[in-house]
């Protein structure tokens, strides 16, 4: 693909596109028309209750024809605007909550597609999502459904995505050779982008994902492996390796707690590789708690005796600090100097001599993504270690190697992952695992409770609290919906948490706060000043507050399996008994089989394992892997057939060198060679 080419196109140039519209599509963070294009939908809807959907109550999507003016009324709060319409001609309510302005685009006579919850005793629809057949919803049967937000409706936003594929259909070029389309049949990419948006039948969506899912997968894996050659072609000087043992031990030694034999391995294996001419590369996996933190500062601690410098790169600045502040306390104490550099610290450190602008001097520099810019450059980096490593990109992390000569890298993650899939997903990576949690661990009380048992949930949380413990409470989404009402929100919560327990003592964090008001929030709760903290599950990374010992998680059903083991991780990182509770009314079989898994195991391996088992086709789109890579379109996991063939295709190319001499791969390789040189993501 060429730079100046349709992919940059600001999103004004679509028809029916302005200010407001661009603004919109901004909030989803859709900035050109090629975010646009691959903009993919969650899921797709079925027209199957159709026929015979008046029998009972439930989600349906139907045809109906306005039969009437549209009335409103006021209730509760809300409007509603009641529209008379007939489907299968039996006469019905359409309703459709706070949105009165619709009432004057409606007239009788229209044909809507109508989604939304079904009451045979009243004979409504209370209306989710409505649109009116257009040449590419000519009222077909499986309608995508995209994420929106309350500024564009998914209406709104198929009429846009089909303006602009006919605005820019001839120019849509293939960056996949000839030959591995013709190879694995696969669908031209202008076809595979009509058939993800606007399908007629499943076989298009599966035809459509096959080609997209192998372009992304085929691309990662072309980095990764050019990244690796790169890597495996490089030396590193040698180290005074009598002076790094002594700072890794006087550092062991110094420790108020015995290492567990996991780490105590994992520590003397990653030594050995330090030490040696060739740069390390390796993941370090643990389940949560596990004390990854530990081995990584043993390392630095030896690196900082023998003269080198560490790096140590955390998804978010809340994490960064809380590693800054357990460094400090364990290696300070031994000689070793660290620094923080975030986004916000930054600033203040530039402020100094303006020769010595960005340059770190300290042992071990903890930071952000901050840690890879250009604006900072080191002495002598030895290692760096990335934290919860999936939260990167491939640019990023090679960027922060690039910082030194030859420098080590070590990945620490959460997930569990099996090693053949580590093989596939991240090149030649070594896999070092820590399989024992510390011994002074309790087990963590699970429990399961329905939703109307409120009070259970209150009594254990006022004990706790009357501990001075802390607590954190989740739910599946930021605020309320009309059709939804059952399902707790974050904001929900919050109230209810504020009116049993007193406005000082509780905190909100979510994901679309900004991050001033998130960064205080989890502040206040890290330092103790509020007791329970009510958030969505972007907390379920990495955070550790000792004195929590309480995980309430609202809506369990809807969550992975992963993602709940990574919640639960979160308390029980002392030595007072934690609890987690799951409140959740699961309807489906997986759903309780996931709480029952839960119940029953601790093991953050053996849970990965029954999540594979447990992963049904209807979850292929929505419920991603917390802790792989992410993807625009394709699962690592449910997609890992396609995952293989691309990094044996990628092989061969690079092998034969077709990637490097082809003309059919001229596209690809500018676009590859392009992505790889733009590291900063
Ligand atoms: P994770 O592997 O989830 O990143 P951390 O490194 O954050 O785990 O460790 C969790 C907590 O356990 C930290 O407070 C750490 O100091 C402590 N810890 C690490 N190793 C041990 C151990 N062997 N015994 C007791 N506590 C430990
Ligand atoms: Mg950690």
């Not at 407001?20 to 909030?27: D, G, M, S």
């Not at 001609?89 to 109508?114: C, D, E, K, W």
């Not at 409505?130 to 500024?151: D, F, G, M, Q, W």
């Not at 975030?342 to 300290?362: D, L, M, Y």
């Amino acid at each position: 693909m060429n730079g100046s080419s349709w992919q940059s196109h600001p999103l004004t140039m679509i028809p029916g596109v302005g200010p407001a519209r661009r603004a919109a599509l901004h909030h989803l963070g859709i900035h050109c028309v090629a975010d646009l294009l691959h903009y993919y939908p969650l899921r797709y809807d079925e027209d199957t209750k159709e026929h015979d959907f008046t029998a009972e109550a439930g989600t349906v999507i139907a045809v109906a024809t306005v039969s009437g003016e549209a009335r409103v009324r006021f209730a509760r709060g809300k409007s509603l605007l009641s529209l008379p319409v007939v489907i299968h001609q039996t006469p019905m309510h359409a309703l459709f909550f706070n949105q009165t302005y619709l009432r004057s685009q409606f007239s009788v006579g229209m044909t809507l597609r109508l989604h939304g919850r079904y009451d045979p005793a009243r004979k409504t629809i209370t209306v989710t999502r409505h649109e009116r057949p257009s040449k590419h919803n000519a009222l077909r049967s499986i309608t995508p459904v995209y994420a929106v937000s309350s500024s564009i409706s998914v209406t709104t936003l198929r009429q846009i995505m089909s303006a602009a594929l006919r605005c820019v259909w001839e120019q849509l070029r293939d960056v996949l050779p000839g030959e591995i389309i013709t190879h694995f049949r696969l669908p031209s990419y202008a076809e595979a982008l009509r058939m993800i948006h606007f399908p007629d039948t499943f076989s298009d969506v599966h035809q459509a994902r096959r080609r997209l899912i192998f372009e992304e997968f085929f691309r990662y894996q072309l980095h990764l492996q050019l990244l690796r050659d790169e890597i495996a072609s490089e030396r590193t000087t040698s180290l005074d390796a009598d002076r790094f043992y002594e700072g890794s031990e006087s550092f062991v030694r110094a420790l108020p707690f015995q290492l567990t034999d996991g780490q105590r391995c994992a520590i003397e294996e990653l030594s050995q590789e330090l030490i040696g001419t060739s740069p390390m590369r390796r993941l370090l996996q643990g389940d949560v708690g596990s004390g990854k933190t530990a081995v990584a500062f043993a390392l630095a601690a030896g690196l900082a005796r023998a003269g080198c410098q560490t790096a140590l790169m955390a998804p978010t600045a809340i994490l960064a600090e809380q590693h800054y502040r357990d460094a400090v306390r364990m290696l300070h104490p031994l000689g070793v100097t660290v620094a923080l550099k975030t986004s916000e610290t930054s600033e203040s450190t530039v402020s100094g001599n303006p020769s010595k602008r960005g340059e770190c001097t300290e042992d071990l520099i903890i930071g952000t993504h901050t840690l890879a810019s250009p604006a900072l450059s080191y002495r002598h980096l030895r290692l760096a270690v990335i934290d919860e490593q999936h939260r990167f990109g491939v640019g990023i992390r090679r960027a922060l190697r690039e910082k030194g000569n030859g420098t080590s890298v070590l990945h620490l993650s959460a997930t569990p992952i099996p090693r053949s899939l580590a093989l596939t997903l991240y090149g030649d990576l070594a896999v070092t695992t820590l399989r024992e949690r510390p011994k002074d661990r309790l087990p963590i009380k699970t429990q399961h409770v329905t939703t109307s048992d409120q009070t259970s949930v209150f009594r254990l949380l006022r004990i706790e609290l009357a501990k001075g413990h802390q607590a954190y409470v989740v739910a599946p989404r930021i605020r309320p919906d009309d059709v939804d009402e059952e399902i707790k929100s974050a904001e929900k919560l919050y109230e209810e948490m504020v009116a049993e327990l007193g406005v000082a003592r509780v905190a909100l964090v979510h994901g679309q706060m900004n991050d001033k008001e998130r960064q205080h929030a989890m502040r206040e709760f890290v330092a103790g000043r509020t007791q329970v903290l009510v958030a969505t599950s972007m907390i379920e990374v990495g955070v550790s507050v000792l004195n929590a010992t309480v995980m309430i998680v609202y809506g369990a059903e809807r969550f992975g399996l992963a993602t709940l083991h990574q919640l639960r991780g979160r308390v029980g990182r002392s030595t007072y008994p934690s609890y987690c509770i799951l409140v959740a009314d699961p309807a489906g079989n997986t759903a309780k089989a996931r709480i029952e898994a839960l119940l029953s195991s601790q093991d953050g391996f053996e849970l990965a394992e029954r999540d594979l088992t447990l992963r049904g086709p209807g979850e292929l789109l929505g419920a991603r892997q917390s802790g792989l890579p992410s993807f625009a379109i394709g699962d690592p996991l449910t997609d890992l057939r396609i995952m293989e063939v691309a990094r044996d295709t990628a092989e061969s190319a690079l092998g034969d060198r077709s990637f490097w001499l082809l003309p059919s791969y001229q596209l690809l390789r500018e676009s590859v060679l392009r992505e790889l040189e733009s590291k900063m993501e």
